[in-house]
Every structure is written in structure tokens, then in C-alpha cells.
């Protein structure tokens, strides 16, 4: 049987059809088995052609054959980054990594931009270890492509996975040195493993690409605050405050130094400056936390009331509302706040335990 290109194509088209729609394995078969002879055909129509029955096997799960038609594909030129892709996958499928690679390298740089894009896909969707696997091969196959590294930063940070989450930046560094967002994460990692003074440095580094960079100025004062030089976090946050569009938060952050420093008080002081600039319900949970200090447990749970109804799905707001009422002696309430905190984070030991006391009376 003879065809000529456009008879071809949409001989072509047909196979795509077949594939997508799937009407059938006797359909799908007739179309993989669908003698073809090459005479008048162009070299490109039939390596599609071959492509296409490719993709089939694929949804019948016959990967060597699959691999077979692919292979055939780019033996007739063509070499598309779908069939490269492709090959690559079912090697991977097939656990020889190796061969993955080699296929995946020879058009690398479109193919990691191709991981990079599935590994942002399921970053976006929470899938933190599938976007996980997704930057590995962007990086394997293109390693200075530093958006990989980026995502994977990303991901470590998000899985609280700290050695890797600088490991991963360090990477970023190494081909992009003044990268803000590679050089503060960096700084927060650090500062997560309780390396202060590396955490600072890489701060410092920050304001001195970008002296607008807010949270580094937080990530100064916090360092500082950890190692419990309350003063030297001070002179940070203020920074904060003097910039007009920041204030609110560098109060914040200025009461939460002065409760680190059990200064209740001046703590109180600066979460109700706060509040009348702005209306977020962190501020009333921090100065809830100011008045629990004080061992003012009404006053605690009416700022833990409202942080709850302005934002009515943050475990930690109602972790602190049960604590407050079980310290008044408001049984049941408790009890119902802390069957709310197990709904919103299944697994919390400080809220089974007490619900445990007051539910066995132990």
C-alpha cells in the first residue's frame, strides 16, 4: 500500500485520535499493526507516524515495544524533544537510570526546563516529594540550571529538611552569587540549624544587593533574638518600624523580642500599637501569648478568641485558645478546642495529651 504525505498525515492523524480518545484495544491494535511502506513518504511524516504507535504502546503498557517505535523514530531523523522525553521515561520506568540520563541529555537544556516546570506543577499542588523528584532530574540532566536547585531549596524548606535545603542553595550560589532569594534562604537555614553568625552573613549580603529586602532585616533581628541579645534584635526590628509601609510588622516582631526577654509588659505595648495600624489576627495571638506571660488567662482568651475568628483554620490559634480555657478550668470548651486542633492538625501531642487528662481524668 502506497501513500503519499498528505494521505499520511492524516493517516496521522487518525493514530492521535485513536490514542487520545481510546476507542478501543481492536481499534488500537488495527492502527499499531496498519502496514505502512515507505515509497513516496517523507522521512519526518513517518517518524510521527512511528511516534504516534510509540504512544499507544505506552497505553497498553507494552514499553519495550513503545521503546522499539521511539527508537525507530529517531532512527528516521526524528528527533524531537517528545521522543527524546519519552525514551528517556520508560528507561526510567524500566529502573536503568543511566540510559534516562543519556537520552534526556541530548536536548538537556529543554528537557530540564520540562522537569522544572512538573517539579513548580506540584510545588504549586502541595505534591512536595513528586516536585521533589521532578527538580533531581532537572539537575541531573542540566546542572547549571539553578532554578532546580531553587525548587529544590524550596521543597527542603517546606519539609523543614534544612542540610539539604542549604545544600541546595549553596548550588544556587555557586552559578547565581547574587541571587536575593537563593541568599536569604540560605540565611533562614542557617539560621534553622542554629548557625547565627552564618545566617547574618548572608543577611548582610542581601541588603547589600537590596537595601529595600524587609525580611532581611527580620532575619538579622531574629538571628540576634536566638541568641537571646535582645538589644542588638531590637536596633534590627526598629529598622523595621522606621520604614512607613513595614511598621505594623516591625512591631510585631519588636514585642516578640520584648516576650523572649519576659518583658510582658513592654511586649503588650507594642502588639497594641500594632493593632491600630493593622487588624491581623497574629497580633492578637502573640498578645494573647503577652498575657499568658502575665498569667492573665481572660485577657489571653479573649485575644485567642478573636485570632481563632479571624482565622478559623490556624491549629496554633486554637491550640492556644484550649490552653487557655483548660488553665481557667473551662472543662469542656477545652475539650471541644482541642478536638478542633486534632482536626486541623492530626497528630499534635500537646493537644492528645491534654485532651487525654481531661477526657480519662489521668
Do not use: C
Amino acid at each position: 500500500m502506497l501513500f503519499d504525505a498528505s494521505q499520511l498525515n492524516l493517516f496521522a492523524i487518525k493514530t492521535v485520535r485513536l490514542n487520545l480518545s481510546y476507542q478501543g484495544v481492536k481499534d488500537v491494535e488495527e492502527v499499531i499493526d496498519y502496514p505502512i511502506h515507505i515509497t513516496t513518504l517523507t522521512q519526518r511524516y513517518f517518524g510521527q507516524i512511528l511516534y504516534q504507535q510509540g504512544l499507544i504502546f505506552e497505553n497498553l503498557d507494552r514499553t519495550q515495544n513503545a521503546l522499539q517505535k521511539y527508537s525507530e523514530a529517531l532512527g528516521q531523523n526524528h528527533l524531537d524533544t517528545l521522543v527524546v522525553f519519552r525514551i528517556g521515561q520508560l528507561y526510567e520506568r524500566l529502573g536503568r537510570r543511566e540510559e534516562a540520563l543519556k537520552f534526556w541529555q541530548m536536548d538537556g537544556e529543554i528537557i530540564s526546563k520540562y522537569f522544572i516546570t512538573q517539579g513548580t506543577w506540584n510545588t504549586q499542588n502541595g505534591n512536595w516529594q513528586q516536585a521533589n523528584i521532578e527538580f533531581r532530574r532537572s539537575v541531573s540532566i542540566d546542572p547549571n540550571n539553578y532554578l532546580g536547585y531553587l525548587g529544590l531549596g524550596t521543597v527542603s524548606r517546606v519539609l523543614e529538611d534544612w542540610d539539604s535545603a542549604i545544600d541546595a542553595y549553596i548550588k544556587v550560589l555557586s552559578i547565581a552569587p547574587d541571587d536575593l532569594d537563593a541568599n536569604y534562604n540560605l540565611g533562614v537555614a542557617y539560621l534553622k540549624k542554629g548557625e547565627y553568625s552564618a545566617s547574618r552573613e548572608k543577611a548582610r549580603k542581601v541588603l547589600a544587593i537590596y537595601p529595600q529586602y524587609i525580611w532581611a532585616y527580620i532575619l538579622m533581628g531574629d538571628s540576634y533574638r536566638l541568641e537571646s541579645k535582645y538589644d542588638q534584635a531590637e536596633e534590627w526590628y526598629k529598622k523595621v518600624v522606621e520604614m512607613d509601609d513595614y511598621k505594623s510588622l516591625g512591631l510585631r516582631y519588636l514585642g516578640i523580642n520584648s516576650l523572649a526577654g519576659h518583658d510582658a509588659i513592654t511586649a503588650i505595648s507594642y502588639f497594641e500599637q500594632a493593632l491600630k495600624l493593622s487588624f491581623e489576627p497574629e497580633l492578637f495571638f502573640w498578645l494573647g501569648q503577652a498575657y499568658v506571660q502575665q498569667q492573665d488567662y481572660e485577657n489571653a482568651l479573649a485575644q485567642f478568641q478573636m485570632a481563632t475568628r479571624l482565622a478559623p483554620e490556624n491549629y496554633s490559634f486554637h491550640l492556644a485558645l484550649a490552653d487557655s480555657y483548660y488553665s481557667l478550668g473551662q472543662k469542656e470548651d477545652a475539650i471541644l478546642e482541642y478536638r478542633r486542633v486534632l482536626e486541623l492538625s492530626p497528630g499534635s501531642i500537646e493537644a492528645e495529651s491534654r485532651l487525654n487528662q481531661l477526657t480519662n481524668g489521668s
